[in-house]
């Protein structure tokens, strides 16, 4: 199963990306991840990256695709994977259906989440991660204890980009980059609109059963 998550930030890629993982047993690559992890090793990559992050703004395409083209040449993804936050611009796209095609793979199906402008505000502005990955909000999805982790005990944290000034310019960077691909993959026939506005649960649903009937 190879599949690609699309929505806004906000939208909801990763907390169902976390569920598809756990049902369908295939490896997800978030680019968000493999830039916030590489900003706190500080690698040379990272430093870069960051500066575009800290704007909300989208990092290089030159530097994305390397990366993204480098991980699914491994082993571990040679059954399947589940792609979030990548392709964000049509370059990407393009760059790819070719890295797929160069391994004799393709994309089985986008998943685009659906959320409108307000709730993501809301969802993105009471986020809440934790070191160890898990992802919390303040009101729809909240810890047991305030602000600690349930899984390891540890404080959570705002992101840096969660910030409402950021959080405006990564919308309006989505809408202008971004949703292009939704007419892209609905002109290649690959697009499945979901609509992410309902409990994380019952999106899960929607999503089992688009893709149990294109398995
Ligand atoms: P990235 O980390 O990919 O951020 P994003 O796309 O902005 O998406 P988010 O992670 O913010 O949202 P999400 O859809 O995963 O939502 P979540 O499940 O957490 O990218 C960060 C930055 O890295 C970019 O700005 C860019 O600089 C760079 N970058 C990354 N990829 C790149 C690329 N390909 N090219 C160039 N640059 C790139 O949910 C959000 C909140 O809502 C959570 O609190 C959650 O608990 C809650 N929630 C989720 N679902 C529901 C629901 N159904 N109901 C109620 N609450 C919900
Ligand atoms: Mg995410
Ligand atoms: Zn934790």
């Known amino acids: 199963m190879n599949i690609v998550l699309l929505g806004a930030p906000g939208a909801g890629k990763g907390t169902q990306a976390e569920k598809m993982v756990k049902e369908y047993n295939v490896p997800h690559v978030s680019t968000g991840d493999i830039f916030r992890k590489a900003v706190s090793d500080k690698t040379e990559m990272g430093i870069k990256a960051k500066a575009y992050m800290d704007r909300g703004e989208l990092v290089p395409d030159e530097i994305v695709i390397g990366i993204v083209k480098e991980r ?9 994977f589940i792609l979030d936050g990548f392709p964000r611009t049509v370059a990407q796209a393009d760059a790819l259906a070719f ?39 303040m009101v729809f999805n909240p810890p047991r204890k ?32 971004t949703l292009p691909l939704i007419n892209y993959y609905k002109n290649n026939g690959l697009l499945r609109v979901i609509d992410g506005r309902k409990s994380a649960s019952d999106v899960f649903e929607e999503i089992r059963g688009v893709i149990g009937v294109y398995k």
């Not at 944290?157 to 990564?170: A, F, L, M, P």
Request: net charge negative; charged share 40%.
């Open 146 to 177: 305030d602000e600690i982790c349930d899984e390891c005990g540890e404080p959570l944290k705002q992101r840096d980009d969660d910030k409402i000034e950021t959080v405006n310019k990564r919308l309006d960077v989505y809408f202008n980059q």
């Open 99 to 137: 890295s797929l095609g160069e391994m004799g793979k393709k994309l089985d199906m986008v998943l685009s989440i659906d959320v409108d402008k307000e709730e993501l505000i809301q969802r993105l502005t009471g986020r809440r991660v934790c070191n160890c990955g898990k992802t919390y909000h």
């Open 72 to 80: 699914l040449m491994t082993d571990e993804f040679k059954d399947g």
